[in-house]
């Protein structure tokens, strides 16, 4: 947009916009307000709408113009232009009254929130507005929402304050907590029966609290702490008071990371938290799952809060058990919604216990993890209703995994043994007639444990294998699928114990027979033939008669792909004049069903389409990689005639389907597999597949010819033989890629092809350095790899990183090979050449761009040039920083010159890369 639109056309857009039944005029107004918005003419327009009140359209439209301007084009403004914004926003606000929209005082709050943040020179602008609008009661709601976004939007990512600029808005509301108590109390006296109102004060306090701009001695003796809890112990609250008020003192709680900081807080908490169990019960009693959620997050959060203590001084002080009671109480409501909140706590209190490794003290707390065991298998129980195999899709699907992975990680609290003794107690209990969803739960628990069991146990696991194995055909389906998981998940114990093994492949033969039961059966045998393989190669003929009648049975796809793994696994165990005729025999019905498909003329193919050879190629991909037989130098590869013959199918596949990527992937991934397989072996493959690859990437740039790519250079990189050709490879793939890569947004829009580009890079860097480093294409590559340094993709970045951390640590580490000198010679030229670029890439990456946990990766790539040359990389990392902006678009101190020479200091003389990780960590928060 070159110039300012006037008024009325503004107008008319919004008009169109919202009135006009034309969809194409709607769009049309749509897409041209946006522009308008980018502008640097939206700071105009809105001010101007704002003034003018016409419409609610039009002043919303205003309002979240202004909030977005002030969020995310601050930098657009002269700094003299400030107070004239700031007087301005506060004339809007001025006019706001009890029937203004929300929608536009949400909008108003968060543009002024916004403005005190980035306004470094408006000191004491908490105050100034409190004074401003707190005697007016019309403008006590708009008030109480500014206040309750200013804290939120403190650590917002848009707006960048940085670490300097935070701290200094946190001190300043610190300074402003007791002006701000006091007007909300004033508030809380005059609400009187207005609940809503209570909800803002309690939501304004959660807000300060979480930033830590509310100090224990300035609400400790105010009614504003026991509100919250007064609310939630009455029974006649409303829903929305009520759940604001828990959230309050969640967030109260979740604020205090060090109890040690806050004791008189803590111990206030703590005594209030323990009168609302009352209030629980009630909750339950009036089936309202609403409170009770809300009860279950205060119990939650407190004993996050006080894990530290409980775990320290367990049942002592604020280590009070009391808080684990509270937990278990809401593990036992009827509803496993509620339950699960819990979940995390449990999750924190076995790492610290595991960390500890002190016996006694978890027999202080084996009943509490005994009781939650029984209350997860109760709320894993199905509803007896239920006719078929278990659900892991929808919620309660999705819980009982989470169930699974909760007892995977306590269970050593209490052992697995005794656990899985006690609950397959729960199943002989001959007092009573077991219903079956209770011993289905009961089954389901101890498959999570099975795993834990050790192989010397002889007396449960033998009697809990007889029952299942003798199950009868009457037993509930869902009872019998969860036994076949069960059986899977004691594989290891059954290798140990081969007697058992003829009883449980008859079990799960007999399970896949059964429509509901086949891919629970298929999964359970392939996790028994891959752990039991080298008791199984007598029955790999009978495992191959299953495999070719697979397709009778009633097998999910990736069932029957586990079926072809633990087949696979068996066959590389075989005698070597075996193995051919079996991989043969694995291998043949999936290339005739290739070949079927390559001969036929067909359009398109549909994804799960009767054409799709995906399905094929996967469980060729399958076979291929779980067939790994021992060969010794010298030896003929028992697969390399069968792997050739595939070879020419796939090779067909590749040029047939070459315009689908997903198609595409799929035979590269074969193909990877099938090299794996032969290793050195493939060498007569590497030529024509080679040019294969090449000639398809000039056309498609399907990112997984680099990814194979990078494969071969892994086999034969150490071949010098081989080598010319993979440097050719390399060269002829660098072409296309760089054109893509170079587009507008290239990195960003192809992240596949940056993180298979990096990692054939990554493969010449391992294998065959030299070469690498003297071919024309090293610099090119390099100059990518640092364009690349910003882009905020996990894989494309780490394997960027991973790339330039391998290439400094080649020039630097003296292995076995004699020529250290030459590849440090070449490093060093290329770091002279580039080294200040990547610097500032690293940098400007750290600090702008990549979030916080990708920054370790960096950080080795930082340590590795410092050990390869350190004076140099304190001059670069000197130059970088000097360059940096000294403020933020506001006027903020982004680093003080302290700071800058505190960070170049802790980087350069690091020892361990941990440290510059650390390091980079705490600069970037300075800018974010």
Same mark, same amino acid.
């Given at each position: 947009?070159?110039?300012?639109?006037?008024?009325?056309?503004?107008?008319?857009?919004?008009?169109?916009?919202?009135?006009?039944?034309?969809?194409?005029?709607?769009?049309?107004?749509?897409?041209?307000?946006?522009?308008?918005?980018?502008?640097?003419?939206?700071?105009?327009?809105? #001010?101007?709408?704002?003034?003018?009140?016409?419409?609610?359209?039009?002043?919303?439209?205003?309002?979240?113009?202004?909030?977005?301007?002030?969020?995310?084009?601050?930098?657009?403004?002269?700094?003299?232009?400030?107070?004239?914004?700031?007087?301005?926003?506060?004339?809007?606000?001025?006019?706001?009254?009890?029937?203004?929209?929300?929608?536009?005082?949400?909008?108003?709050?968060?543009?002024?929130?916004?403005?005190?943040?980035?306004?470094?020179?408006?000191?004491?602008?908490?105050?100034?507005?409190?004074?401003?609008?707190?005697?007016?009661?019309?403008?006590?709601?708009?008030?109480?929402?500014? /206040?309750?976004?200013?804290?939120?939007?403190?650590?917002?990512?848009?707006?960048? /304050?940085?670490?300097?600029?935070?701290?200094?808005?946190?001190?300043?509301?610190?300074?402003?907590?007791?002006?701000?108590?006091?007007?909300?109390?004033?508030?809380?006296?005059?609400?009187?029966?207005?609940?809503?109102?209570?909800?803002?004060?309690?939501?304004?306090?959660?807000?300060?609290?979480?930033?830590?701009?509310?100090?224990? #001695?300035?609400?400790?003796?105010?009614?504003?702490?026991?509100?919250?809890?007064?609310?939630?112990?009455?029974?006649?609250?409303?829903?929305?008071?009520?759940?604001?008020?828990?959230?309050?003192?969640?967030?109260?709680?979740?604020?205090?990371?060090?109890?040690?900081?806050?004791?008189?807080?803590?111990?206030?908490?703590?005594?209030?938290?323990?009168?609302?169990?009352?209030?629980?019960? %009630?909750?339950?009693?009036?089936?309202?799952?609403?409170?009770?959620?809300?009860?279950?997050?205060?119990?939650?959060?407190?004993?996050?809060?006080?894990?530290?203590?409980?775990?320290?001084?367990?049942?002592?002080?604020?280590? @009070?058990?009391?808080?684990?009671?509270?937990?278990?109480?809401?593990?036992?409501?009827? /509803?496993?919604?509620?339950?699960?909140?819990?979940?995390?706590?449990?999750?924190?209190?076995?790492?610290?216990?595991?960390?500890?490794? @002190?016996?006694?003290?978890?027999?202080?707390?084996?009943?509490?993890?005994?009781?939650?065991?029984?209350?997860?298998?109760?709320?894993?129980?199905? !509803?007896?209703?239920?006719?078929?195999?278990?659900?892991?899709?929808?919620?309660?699907?999705?819980?009982?995994?989470?169930?699974?992975?909760?007892?995977?990680?306590?269970?050593?609290?209490?052992?697995?043994?005794?656990?899985?003794?006690?609950?397959?107690?729960?199943?002989?209990?001959?007092?009573?007639?077991?219903?079956?969803?209770?011993?289905?739960?009961? %089954?389901?628990?101890?498959?999570?444990?099975?795993?834990?069991?050790?192989?010397?146990?002889?007396?449960?696991?033998?009697? *809990?294998?007889?029952?299942?194995?003798?199950?009868?055909?009457?037993?509930?389906?869902?009872?019998?699928?969860?036994?076949?998981?069960?059986?899977?998940?004691?594989?290891?114990?059954?290798?140990?114990?081969?007697?058992?093994?003829?009883?449980?492949?008859?079990?799960?033969?007999?399970?896949?027979?059964?429509? /509901?039961?086949?891919?629970?059966?298929?999964?359970?045998?392939?996790?028994?033939?891959?752990?039991?393989?080298?008791?199984?190669?007598?029955?790999?003929?009978?495992?191959?008669?299953?495999?070719?009648?697979?397709?009778?049975?009633?097998?999910?796809? !990736?069932?029957?792909?586990?079926?072809?793994?633990?087949?696979?696994?068996?066959?590389?165990?075989?005698?070597?004049?075996?193995?051919?005729?079996?991989?043969?025999?694995?291998?043949?019905?999936?290339?005739?069903?290739?070949?079927?498909?390559?001969?036929?003329?067909?359009?398109?193919?549909?994804?799960?389409? #009767?054409?799709?050879?995906?399905?094929?190629?996967?469980?060729?991909?399958?076979?291929?990689?779980?067939?790994?037989?021992?060969?010794?130098?010298?030896?003929?590869?028992?697969?390399?005639?069968?792997?050739?013959?595939?070879?020419?199918?796939?090779?067909?596949?590749?040029?047939?389907?070459?315009?689908?990527?997903?198609?595409?992937?799929?035979?590269?991934?074969?193909?990877?597999?099938?090299?794996?397989?032969?290793?050195?072996?493939?060498?007569?493959?590497?030529?024509?597949?080679?040019?294969?690859?090449?000639?398809?990437?000039?056309?498609?740039?399907?990112?997984?010819?680099?990814?194979?790519?990078?494969?071969?250079?892994?086999?034969?990189?150490?071949?010098?033989?081989?080598?010319?050709?993979?440097? @050719?490879?390399?060269?002829?793939?660098?072409?296309?890629?760089?054109?893509?890569?170079?587009?507008?947004?290239?990195?960003?829009?192809?992240?596949?092809?940056?993180?298979?580009?990096?990692?054939?890079?990554?493969?010449?860097?391992?294998?065959?350095?030299?070469?690498?480093?003297?071919?024309?294409?090293?610099?090119?590559?390099?100059?990518?790899?640092?364009?690349?340094?910003?882009?905020?993709?996990?894989?494309?970045?780490?394997?960027?990183?991973?790339?330039?951390?391998?290439?400094?640590?080649?020039?630097?580490?003296?292995? #076995?090979?004699?020529?250290?000198? *030459?590849?440090?010679?070449?490093?060093?030229?290329?770091?002279?050449?580039?080294?200040?670029?990547?610097?500032?890439?690293?940098?400007?990456?750290?600090?702008?761009?990549?979030?916080?946990?990708?920054?370790?990766?960096?950080?080795?790539?930082?340590?590795?040039?410092?050990?390869? !040359?350190?004076?140099?990389?304190?001059?670069?990392?000197?130059?970088?920083?000097?360059?940096?902006?000294?403020?933020?678009?506001?006027?903020?101190?982004?680093?003080?010159?302290?700071?800058?020479?505190?960070?170049?200091?802790?980087?350069?003389?690091?020892?361990?890369?941990?440290?510059?990780?650390?390091?980079?960590? !705490?600069?970037?928060?300075?800018?974010?």
């Amino acid at each position: 947009m070159e110039q300012a639109p006037t008024l009325d056309t503004v107008c008319q857009a919004l008009q169109a916009l919202y009135n006009n039944p034309d969809m194409a005029g709607k769009e049309k107004a749509s897409v041209w307000l946006g522009e308008l918005q980018k502008s640097v003419f939206a700071w105009q327009i809105a #001010d101007q709408l704002l003034r003018l009140n016409q419409s609610l359209e039009s002043c919303y439209f205003a309002a979240q113009t202004m909030r977005t301007k002030i969020q995310y084009a601050f930098h657009e403004l002269p700094v003299n232009s400030h107070p004239s914004l700031r007087d301005s926003l506060i004339e809007h606000a001025s006019k706001i009254t009890p029937e203004t929209p929300p929608v536009i005082v949400t909008q108003l709050s968060l543009a002024l929130a916004d403005l005190i943040l980035q306004i470094p020179s408006w000191k004491g602008g908490v105050v100034e507005i409190i004074q401003k609008f707190g005697s007016n009661a019309q403008q006590t709601s708009f008030l109480l929402e500014v /206040l309750t976004v200013l804290p939120e939007e403190i650590n917002s990512r848009s707006l960048r /304050l940085g670490a300097n600029r935070r701290q200094e808005v946190i001190a300043e509301l610190t300074s402003a907590c007791p002006v701000v108590l006091q007007l909300l109390t004033a508030c809380s006296e005059s609400a009187g029966e207005d609940k809503r109102l209570q909800a803002r004060i309690f939501r304004v306090v959660g807000s300060w609290f979480s930033v830590g701009g509310i100090s224990q #001695d300035a609400i400790i003796n105010t009614p504003l702490l026991q509100a919250p809890f007064e609310a939630l112990r009455h029974r006649e609250t409303p829903s929305h008071l009520h759940e604001a008020a828990a959230d309050c003192l969640c967030t109260a709680l979740y604020s205090m990371e060090d109890i040690q900081k806050h004791p008189t807080l803590a111990q206030a908490l703590f005594e209030g938290v323990l009168t609302l169990t009352e209030g629980y019960h %009630l909750s339950v009693a009036d089936e309202d799952s609403d409170k009770s959620i809300n009860y279950c997050r205060v119990f939650t959060e407190i004993a996050e809060a006080f894990l530290n203590v409980i775990v320290t001084t367990p049942n002592q002080g604020l280590g @009070d058990f009391r808080i684990l009671e509270l937990l278990l109480t809401c593990v036992g409501h009827h /509803l496993y919604e509620v339950a699960e909140i819990t979940f995390n706590f449990w999750y924190r209190l076995s790492e610290d216990m595991y960390q500890k490794n @002190d016996m006694a003290l978890n027999e202080l707390f084996r009943p509490y993890i005994q009781r939650l065991l029984i209350s997860l298998a109760k709320h894993c129980q199905l !509803d007896p209703d239920h006719d078929t195999i278990p659900d892991d899709t929808g919620d309660f699907g999705e819980f009982r995994l989470r169930v699974s992975e909760l007892i995977k990680d306590v269970v050593f609290i209490v052992g697995s043994t005794p656990c899985f003794s006690q609950m397959f107690s729960n199943l002989q209990n001959p007092t009573q007639n077991i219903p079956w969803d209770a011993s289905e739960a009961s %089954l389901f628990v101890m498959t999570a444990v099975a795993k834990n069991i050790l192989p010397e146990e002889k007396e449960i696991v033998p009697q *809990v294998l007889e029952a299942v194995l003798n199950l009868p055909e009457t037993a509930h389906i869902a009872v019998r699928y969860t036994s076949l998981q069960l059986v899977g998940e004691l594989c290891e114990w059954i290798e140990r114990n081969p007697q058992y093994l003829d009883p449980v492949l008859q079990f799960l033969l007999a399970g896949l027979q059964q429509p /509901l039961l086949a891919s629970a059966a298929a999964n359970a045998l392939q996790s028994i033939s891959i752990q039991c393989r080298d008791h199984l190669t007598k029955h790999f003929q009978g495992l191959v008669q299953i495999i070719q009648a697979m397709d009778t049975f009633n097998l999910s796809s !990736d069932a029957a792909i586990g079926l072809l793994k633990g087949t696979a696994s068996i066959l590389a165990r075989l005698p070597h004049p075996k193995i051919a005729e079996g991989l043969r025999t694995l291998s043949s019905f999936q290339i005739a069903q290739l070949n079927k498909l390559i001969a036929e003329e067909t359009g398109p193919v549909k994804q799960g389409s #009767d054409n799709d050879p995906t399905v094929w190629l996967d469980r060729l991909a399958a076979i291929f990689r779980y067939t790994n037989p021992t060969v010794n130098n010298g030896q003929v590869h028992p697969c390399q005639a069968v792997i050739q013959e595939v070879w020419l199918v796939l090779s067909q596949a590749c040029n047939k389907y070459q315009a689908d990527v997903r198609i595409t992937e799929r035979c590269c991934r074969c193909i990877r597999f099938a090299i794996r397989c032969l290793g050195k072996n493939s060498a007569t493959l590497l030529t024509p597949l080679v040019t294969q690859m090449v000639q398809l990437y000039q056309v498609h740039q399907h990112s997984c010819f680099l990814y194979l790519g990078s494969i071969l250079t892994d086999e034969y990189g150490t071949e010098p033989g081989c080598i010319p050709g993979l440097l @050719d490879m390399l060269q002829a793939f660098c072409g296309p890629t760089f054109k893509i890569l170079e587009e507008h947004n290239g990195l960003r829009n192809h992240p596949d092809t940056v993180d298979d580009l990096f990692r054939l890079c990554l493969r010449f860097i391992q294998r065959c350095p030299i070469p690498f480093l003297q071919s024309p294409m090293c610099k090119p590559l390099i100059c990518c790899a640092i364009a690349a340094c910003s882009l905020d993709h996990k894989d494309a970045n780490a394997s960027v990183m991973k790339f330039l951390a391998d290439f400094f640590k080649c020039g630097r580490e003296k292995d #076995d090979r004699e020529d250290f000198e *030459v590849r440090q010679t070449l490093v060093k030229q290329l770091l002279n050449d580039h080294g200040q670029a990547l610097i500032h890439a690293i940098i400007n990456a750290c600090i702008y761009c990549l979030p916080t946990y990708m920054i370790p990766d960096v950080a080795e790539v930082v340590h590795e040039i410092m050990l390869i !040359d350190r004076p140099m990389f304190c001059v670069l990392l000197e130059t970088t920083l000097k360059a940096l902006p000294a403020e933020n678009s506001g006027g903020a101190v982004t680093a003080t010159h302290k700071q800058l020479t505190d960070f170049h200091k802790a980087v350069t003389s690091a020892e361990a890369m941990k440290h510059v990780s650390h390091s980079l960590r !705490d600069f970037s928060r300075l800018y974010r």
